[in-house]
């Protein structure tokens, strides 16, 4: 897979599954967030892809206060 897939699949990826109520979405989504970060675990771009994504979708102000800031998923290459 190159980067520009892993990319898509960043963007096609429901990073919300764990709300739904529906027991095969929540496995579906738990299936493919494992697989996502086993990928990204792989390379350093992947890293740093999936940390931008990652950070899109929870670096909020809901999310992050002065006493709990922003952690990258991958911090060594933030």
Do not use: Q
């Not at 897979?1 to 990826?13: G, I, P, S």
């Not at 740093?48 to 002065?66: C, D, G, L, W």
């Not at 800031?69 to 933030?78: M, N, T």
């Amino acid at each position: 897979m190159n980067l520009a897939d892993f990319k898509t699949k960043l963007d096609r990826h429901d990073w919300y599954y764990y709300f739904s109520d529906d027991h095969r979405v929540w496995c579906a989504g738990e299936a493919a967030s494992k697989e996502i970060i086993e990928l990204a675990k792989s390379s350093d771009d992947f890293k740093r892809a999936y940390n931008e994504a990652y950070a899109i979708r929870f670096n909020t102000p809901s999310f992050v206060t002065a006493d709990r800031p922003y952690r990258a998923p991958f911090p060594e290459v933030a």
